[in-house]
């Protein structure tokens, strides 16, 4: 009786890996599937086509409802800890304030930040523009909003239209901001125009 219950032992001892790898095989599968139509796989997927909707809270307490906007909108997603996200923060503070009285709105989305952190670098800049660090009770979830536009590296800056059409997307800015807000500036120009 011995024999066969080492037997067992042996041929549980074999496929018990391999149950593993399958299992482990399995979970990274169904973590990376994506469900045509949830979310982006990558932001330029996005361009031309309606904005993912969100409902969040800047850290003012001021609500932003994406689809109820009827403005010309600029995402940021940035993070307090990330060097190019730092060097373009004066470009986005100088596009709000050229633009803002015409109709932009600029919602910096931190991505991975503490609100303690995003908190103490919005006064030290003097950002104007709303920044959401956090998702309260009610609000969009960050990491949904982050999913839904693809986000996989900051910054990223995503142009959304009066309607709600995402007409931009720009991953980093490039050597040149004086250019890039140049260019950003144009467009933004040019939609606030329609």
Known sequence: M?????????????TYPVFILILIAGLLLAATYRIPGCFAARPEDLLNKPAPSFVVTDLNGTRIDLDNLGKVA??????????PCKEITPVLISLYKTYSDQGLVVVGIAVN??????KEYVESNGI?????????????????????YGVRAIPTLVLVDKEGIVRH?????????????????????DLLKK
């Open 2 to 14: 011995s024999r066969p219950r080492q037997l067992k032992r042996s041929n549980l001892k074999r």
């Open 74 to 83: 600029l995402i940021d997603f940035w993070a307090t800890w990330c060097g």
């Open 128 to 148: 104007p523009y709303s920044v959401i660090a956090t998702s309260p009770k009610g609000d969009t979830p960050l990491t949904k909003i982050i999913q839904d």
């Open 113 to 118: 930040d503490t609100e303690k952190k995003v």
């Open 169 to 189: 997307v720009s991953v980093g800015t490039g050597p040149d901001n004086a250019k890039f807000e140049k260019e950003l500036g144009g467009l933004i120009a």
